[in-house]
């Protein structure tokens, strides 16, 4: 999984990405198909601001990557590093609560957009340690493993020794395989740490709700073998059975065809993507790897692909990175997929 460093361009060779992507471990689709059917999912943060204040129930103890952390109260001047958190935090009616974020991916979402761009940007990337500090945060809560690297300053230790919490996506903490579980586990942590188990549990429920709809949706189909690119030219660089992805795959009607690849991510040579005969390709849209557009001109200019399935029916479906992370978009996710592999069920 991606860690926050610099990713490779389209057109270098694929490498992979540090931190957790070499030891273990976004449109988007058009706004139309993030909206399909999403009522539910605008109502969630509407509801959640209008629900009461945050619950009794502190203190609150949390084990996360290796650090333990007691909260007395609900953290009030929070900083996210990275989008995805943000967004969860937003999901969970806590805007009041964040003074600042940093490191955008992806296109927001639409009901969170309005809240997400009222929050003060810190830095286009990670910002400094002393950036962080001026903000005077209670909490700062990373997305990717690169919020806290120690090499630029931000180690969890020193944020420790300056007296502000720190939490880290459990995405990180080395479990070496991620799943929707991990989705559900995170927003409940977050609804423990914020005094607000009630919304987490509401949140959980939609989210849960909108995966059932698109599975049941296309339950009765056959399997669509997908291929994830994500960027790479010498080379690809693919989502493994370990990831997120490869589950959002399944349970969208598809199947990844390097799920036999035992890491979140890796390299696969288009060799092997030729052989696996992928019927639809799903790209990863993020900043700094090239535009969507760029991905397809050059999949479809690639003589050795020609007579792969996916490509002669220039079958694209295309999902924000911060969709494939662990937060509120990995549902929204499995619908997008799902209309992308199965329109008719959709029909």
């Not at 009222?118 to 001026?134: C, G, H, N, R, W």
């Not at 997305?143 to 996506?169: C, K, V």
């Not at 999949?299 to 999902?319: C, E, N, S, T």
Request: negative net charge; proline residues 5%; aromatic residues 8%.
């Amino acid at each position: 999984m991606y860690d926050g460093t610099s990713r490779p361009p389209l057109f270098t060779p694929a490498r992979r990405r540090s931190t957790l992507r070499a030891g273990a471990a976004a449109v988007a689709l058009c706004a139309a198909l993030l909206t399909a059917g999403c009522g539910s999912s605008q109502d969630i943060a509407q509801d959640a601001k209008a629900t009461a204040s945050p619950a009794d129930g502190f203190p609150v103890t949390i084990d996360n990557c290796g650090v333990r952390t007691t909260y007395d109260k609900a953290p009030a001047r929070v900083v996210t590093i990275h989008q995805h958190p943000a967004e969860l935090l937003l999901a969970l009616g806590l805007r009041d609560h964040i003074v600042g974020t940093a490191f955008p991916d992806s296109a927001t979402l639409p009901e969170l957009k309005k809240d997400y761009e009222s929050i003060p940007q810190l830095a286009k990337k990670e910002p400094s340690f002393e950036t962080v500090l001026d903000a005077e945060p209670d909490l700062v809560y990373g997305g990717y493993g690169s919020a806290f690297t120690e090499s630029e300053g931000r180690s969890r230790n020193a944020f420790a020794d300056a007296g502000i919490d720190t939490h880290l996506n459990r995405e990180y903490c080395g479990k070496k395989r991620v799943t929707m579980k991990d989705t559900y586990d995170e927003i409940r942590t977050m609804g423990r740490i914020f005094g607000v188990p009630d919304r987490a549990d509401k949140l959980v429920s939609d989210l849960r709700a909108r995966v059932d709809k698109a599975t049941t949706a296309v339950e009765d189909e056959s399997e669509v073998p997908v291929f994830v690119y994500d960027s790479g030219d010498k080379a690809a660089f693919t989502a493994g059975g370990k990831s997120l992805g490869t589950e959002l795959i399944r349970l969208a009607g598809g199947k990844n065809v390097f799920a036999d690849l035992d890491d979140v991510f890796g390299d696969v040579s288009w060799e092997q993507v030729v052989e696996r005969r992928p019927e639809a390709i799903a790209i990863y849209d993020y900043a700094g790897a090239g535009s969507v557009e760029q991905k397809k001109k050059y999949l479809l200019a690639q003589p050795a692909l020609k007579d792969v399935p996916a490509i002669r029916a220039k079958r694209f479906v295309v999902l924000p990175l911060t969709a494939t992370l662990v937060g509120v978009r990995s549902a929204y996710a499995v619908d997008d997929l799902a209309r992308g592999l199965h329109p008719e069920s959709f029909a």
